[in-house]
Antibody, heavy 121, light 107 residues
């Protein structure tokens, strides 16, 4: 059973960056394709990007291009998402999510618990 | 980007009721659609994949149907633990996009 455990809540200022981590257990990171989804307060889910195993590359939603970096450290089975140039519009809960395996990488069967990022001056 | 809409945005029903939610895509997505359930303060949980397939361990009172641009999600015999928000997600095209959600509560 894949489990994803995320880093704790963050409070940060406009213009700063934030990095959220996602530790994988029950499987190795290289068997999965981790994606990131965020949810602003009272709003719906928004896909930010993740690993596309078909093209072996990380893909980002155009909305976040140039401002987001998603990385993976296989040695620690940890995925990370860094978002820069933060504004109050980035206040949200950030989730990492993954499929059971890379064949169905677009189906998010397992989710982290979520990390609240608050951007406030 | 493919726009996803859901209706209704919220509903209130009694235990044992049949509940139906619709999801519409702005263009043909075949059956490349998932349904998730999200309880307050929790992460979403995948219930239905590929439009109509029940995820392992999900009760059979949940079902999905549809293809193209129109999809339906049904709960038969609504239970108290079914409260929360239901989201549809398309994966036919990148970026993956979600519907705005349908909030379900118990009368």
């Amino acid at each position: 059973q894949v489990q994803l455990v995320q880093s704790g809540a963050e409070v940060t200022k406009p213009g700063a960056s934030v990095k959220v981590s996602c530790k994988v257990s029950g499987c190795t990171l290289t068997d999965l394709a981790v994606h990131w989804v965020r949810q602003a307060p009272g709003k719906g889910l928004e896909w930010m990007g993740g690993f596309d195993p078909e093209d072996a590359e990380t893909i980002y939603a155009q909305k976040f291009q140039g401002r987001v970096t998603m990385t993976e450290d296989p040695s620690t089975d940890t995925a990370s998402m860094e978002l820069s140039s933060l504004t109050s519009e980035d206040t949200a809960v950030y989730f990492c999510a993954t499929a059971k395996n890379r064949n169905t990488w677009y189906s998010f069967n397992s989710w982290g618990q979520g990390t609240l990022v608050t951007v406030s001056s | 980007d493919i726009q996803m809409t859901q209706s209704p945005s919220s509903l209130s029903a009694s235990v044992g009721d049949r509940v139906t939610i619709t999801c519409q895509a702005s263009q043909d997505i075949s059956n490349f659609l998932h349904w998730y359930h999200q309880k307050p303060g929790k992460a979403p949980k995948l219930l239905i994949f590929d439009g109509s397939n029940l995820e392992t361990g999900v009760p059979s009172r949940f079902s999905g149907s549809g293809a193209g641009t129109e999809f339906t999600f049904t709960i038969t015999n609504l239970q108290p633990e079914d409260v929360g928000t239901y989201h549809c997600q398309q994966y036919n095209n990148l970026p993956f996009t979600f519907g705005p959600g349908t909030k379900v509560d118990i009368k």
